[in-house]
């Protein structure tokens, strides 16, 4: 009998582990490279390509971001894995894309024209629920985040929809074509109606569209924006899509059919409010610099008006900002102090735009506790020394 030797195969010629090829997809106007490490899991790639074929790219040269898959070995399954990695793309995108464009936390479905209807409430209105059942009818853009560029072009964020099925500990990340969801229409999206959805058992069996006022919308959308402080002036930005989409208030209840409702609304069957806003000077132009003692308009990001209310977007911490709605005398008082105002000179402009109060009405103690109340909530301050000091230099 004849031994065999071993040869030893050299070692340049040791096939090396390679990692699977990425997924790449299309999603809020960027391109993500979905990358695998080279010990994935086997088959998972196969998972997660199913799961965002919807939004598939079809050019993967150069993507903009690239997102790790989890490893669903060390993540606690296929579902918690496919749940981590949608959570992962989001934040990405969104962080990526921040001042570029508008974005919502929103869902969105479009008809044959390409006409979105954003879908946008709190937590509980049945965004994710209403999205899924409108996109049999019409095409699925996303339950997650609807962005929009300044001239109202949508960007799609086909993304698997995250649903809670009964028994399953985590969310199931379900492809749009498994669901039997709309393919998009040809062409591009624009934005062409908004609707804050409200879900009640007290609604009425048929849902009335109800217009939303210019300044109402913008303030509940303001809340609903990703990174809204770090767009430029973006209240007036906000402000310019609700003229060109109107805004509705839909309350329903979980069972009824909104589908003849949102198509009515996207033929333009009912009239939106279109109401126009007035732009408030940026805090960085407001000259001379306040004297030292006067009250002053504290630092703001943004600002608009209608003909009563005042809406004041201020920064809180990172990115993040809040939207303060000034009524009554609030709105007066807060644009006599942009260059700084005395008490005096406070009260002057309101009597101008308002009027004097009706014999007997407390003025001057209604007025400062409505200034005391504006310094509290960190609208307004006192100018200081080195407010003079600036003015003087």
């Known amino acids: 009998m004849t031994d065999v030797m071993a040869v030893p ?75 981590a990695l949608s959570n992962d793309v989001t934040h990405r995108l969104i962080a990526h894309r921040l001042g570029q464009a508008w ?40 339950d997650e985040n609807v962005t929009v560029e300044s001239d109202g072009r949508v960007h799609p964020y086909r993304k698997p929809l995250s649903i809670v099925v009964a028994g399953e500990r985590w969310r199931c990340e379900i492809p749009p074509r498994a669901l039997r969801l709309g393919d998009l229409p040809a062409g591009e999206l624009r934005l062409a109606v908004i609707v804050i959805l409200r879900r009640s058992s007290s609604a009425p069996a ?16 303001a809340r609903q924006s990703s990174g809204l402080v770090c767009g430029t002036s973006p209240l007036a930005t906000i402000a310019a899509h609700v003229r060109r989409a109107a805004v509705f208030r839909l309350e329903y209840r979980d069972n009824t059919e909104l589908r003849p409702h949102i198509a009515a609304l996207l033929d333009g069957a009912h009239a939106g409010s279109g109401a126009e806003v007035a732009v408030e000077p940026p805090s960085i132009e407001f000259e001379p610099r306040p004297r030292a003692g006067t009250i002053v308009t504290a630092s703001f990001v943004d600002a608009v008006s209608d003909a009563s209310d005042t809406l004041v977007l201020q920064r809180t911490t990172g990115d993040a900002g809040a939207v303060t709605r000034l009524t009554g005398i609030a709105p007066t008082i807060w644009r006599a102090c942009r260059g700084g105002a005395s008490q005096r000179e406070i009260a002057a402009a309101v009597v101008a735009e308002h009027g004097l109060p009706p014999m007997g009405l407390p003025f001057a103690r209604s007025l400062q506790s409505t200034i005391d109340v504006m310094q509290r909530g960190g609208l307004l301050r006192e100018a200081g020394p080195s407010d003079a000091e600036v003015s003087e230099g």
């Open 9 to 83: 195969t050299p070692t340049s010629e040791i096939p090396l582990c390679s990692s699977p090829p990425d997924v790449v997809v299309d999603a809020l106007g960027a391109t993500v490279a979905l990358r695998f490490s080279a010990d994935m899991t086997p088959g998972f790639r196969d998972v997660v390509s199913r799961a965002w074929e919807g939004a598939r790219a079809q050019d993967a040269e150069q993507p903009d971001l690239v997102v790790e898959v989890p490893d669903p070995r060390l993540d606690g399954g296929h579902d918690r894995a496919l749940s």
């Open 103 to 142: 974005m919502v936390h929103a869902g969105g479905v479009a008809d044959s024209q390409g006409r979105v209807c954003m879908l946008v409430g709190p937590s509980g209105a049945g965004k994710t629920t209403a999205v899924r059942r409108l996109s049999r009818a019409f095409a699925y853009v996303s």
């Open 206 to 221: 048929t849902p009335r569209p109800t217009p939303v006022d210019t300044l109402t919308a913008i303030e509940e959308l």
